[in-house]
């Protein structure tokens, strides 16, 4: 069955970078494209990031254009996201989820940034 | 983008029927096929119960469905049940590879 699970999450402080990881499994990783969504404690969703089945095409949402860098590795099933300059309303769970027919059909666990100083 | 409009909170009695309203405008919702709507229990991943507006995915209940009008999606979840207590939240394709979310709705049964 299609498994996504996310880790790299953890406390940093404000201007640090932190790097995440979804490792996939289940179905044919480089045939999907892929979304990062966050969610700050206690709030609601939040779309963050998309990119293409072969990586040759990304998304943002304003408010990381120019800070996070998706980025995926179809060898090895994997997505990143990279994340620099982070601020403290970059606090959230973190989720990675297969894309098809565009909606989030499976979604990993989630791993929880805290940008704190 | 805006986070397109849910009522916070909605509520029914086990068996009635509860509809949430997902408003957005006509970049979002009222544009194209591609809203869908999720489901999160309190500390658990989102689930997915509608795509393209009113399609459901293998294994969700057909209690679950979905429709749209003009820039306004809505999910009606009929013969509530305990187990469908939970947030639930929609989103739309926003053109240009972008997505938004709605603000959520806390489903209660009462």
């Known amino acids: 069955q299609v498994q996504l699970v996310e880790s790299g999450g953890g406390v940093v402080q404000p201007g640090r970078s932190l790097r995440l990881s979804c490792a996939a499994s289940?179905?044919?990783?480089?045939?999907?494209?892929m979304h990062w969504v966050r969610q700050a404690p206690g709030k609601g969703l939040e779309w963050v990031a998309l990119?293409?089945?072969?990586?040759?095409?990304?998304h943002y949402t304003d408010s990381v254009k120019g800070r996070f860098t998706l980025s995926r590795d179809n060898s090895n099933n994997t997505l990143y996201l990279q994340m620099n300059s982070l601020r403290t309303d970059d606090t959230a769970v973190y989720y990675c989820a297969r894309v098809w027919l565009m909606a989030a059909t499976d979604w990993g666990q989630g791993t929880l940034v805290t940008v704190s100083s | 983008q805006s986070a397109l409009t849910q009522p916070p909170s909605a509520s029914g009695s086990p068996g009635q029927s509860v509809t949430i309203s997902c408003t957005g405008t006509s970049s979002d919702v009222g544009g194209y096929k591609y809203v869908s709507w999720y489901q999160q229990h309190p500390g658990k991943a989102p689930k997915l119960m509608i795509y393209?507006?009113?399609k459901r995915p293998s294994g969700v209940p057909d209690r679950f469905s979905g429709s749209k009008s003009g820039n306004t999606a809505s999910l009606t979840v009929s013969g509530l049940q305990a187990e469908d207590e939970a947030d639930y939240y929609c989103s739309s394709y926003a053109g240009s590879n972008k997505y938004v979310f709605g603000t959520g709705t806390k489903v209660t049964v009462l």
């Open positions: 289940g179905f044919t990783f480089s045939s999907y494209p």
């Open positions: 990119i293409s089945y072969d990586g040759n095409s990304k």
């Open positions: 393209e507006v009113s």
